[in-house]
């Protein structure tokens, strides 16, 4: 039996991590048994009567900072409620950080193997009190290189991104294996009904039965995909040879069209 992804999540906020689990992948998952998420609120272990969790930065400065000691009382929390059911729940912690290392396809499949419980601490505001960093020394996982409100959005695209490469997950147990970055690559162009849309037509060969030849306009569209919007993915790549040919086809007829304007009357 598959064990499942264990993840938990300290937050100002949990309504906004509960409604996205609620749907699609995140919900299935769990009904599953493929992931467990529990949601704490940070502001439980804040020891004043309001319960107060930021403050504003020493030395001055705009906005507000997240408290050192109440993600210090819960973390602890989670080991002492944690530490009787053995090893198996050793805890991971992640921060969501720009600072952080690049979160990738690679890393959302080492959380996906990770028998660890993963803990992410949701800083909010300004961020949170460098302590933190220091006391608790998270690994600290960047999803790009921008600044957002919170961590909460991070854990979630993270959590999202992992838990579908977990066998059982999709409804197609080959889907993970065909999207964008398994192989470095982005992904080929899908189609669905209609035929035509708009004059647009789709490939003749996805109509074609040939099998063989799907693979391989499949695998040529996605080599065109990453050689004009990702090159960098193609640098000091080791190419076979149907990936040579495929290329050599590609820098040879590759054109820039106009896009097409779909209009509708009516």
């Known amino acids: 039996m598959t064990t499942p992804m264990r993840c938990d999540i300290l937050t100002l906020f949990p309504d906004m991590i509960l409604a996205t689990l609620g749907h699609s992948m995140l919900k299935r998952a769990q009904e599953k048994g493929l992931l467990e998420v529990r949601v ?6 804040a020891e004043s009567r309001h319960l107060v969790a930021d403050d504003v930065p020493y030395g001055g400065g705009a906005g507000m900072v997240m408290k050192a000691e109440p993600l210090f009382r819960a973390v602890e929390s989670l ?8 090893p198996g729940d050793e805890l991971r912690l992640l921060l969501p950080s720009p ?24 800083g909010h505001y300004e961020g949170v009190d460098e302590r933190v960093r220091v006391g608790l020394r998270p690994e600290e996982i960047s999803i790009g290189d921008y600044v957002l409100t919170g961590g909460e959005l991070p854990a979630l695209v993270m959590i999202d991104a992992a838990v579908r490469l977990i066998p059982g997950v999709l409804g197609d147990p080959e889907s993970a294996q065909h999207e964008s970055f398994i192989d470095a690559l982005l992904d080929y162009p899908q189609y669905t009904r209609p035929a035509e849309v708009c004059g647009l037509t789709v490939p003749e060969v996805l109509r074609s039965g040939n099998h063989d030849a799907i693979r391989r306009w499949r695998r040529k569209e996605a080599l065109r995909s990453t050689y004009l919007k990702r090159p960098d993915l193609l640098r000091d790549r080791a190419f076979n040879e149907e990936d040579r040919q495929l290329l050599d086809d590609i820098t040879r007829e590759e054109s820039r ?7 509708e009357e009516g």
């Open 257 to 263: 069209e106009a896009p097409v304007k779909c209009t």
């Open 79 to 86: 080991r002492r409620e944690y530490q009787e059911t053995g």
């Open 99 to 122: 600072q952080g290392r690049p979160f990738t396809q690679r890393v959302a499949d080492e959380f996906s193997r990770e028998r660890r419980r993963l803990v992410f601490l949701c």
């Open 40 to 45: 704490r609120n940070v502001r439980e272990f």
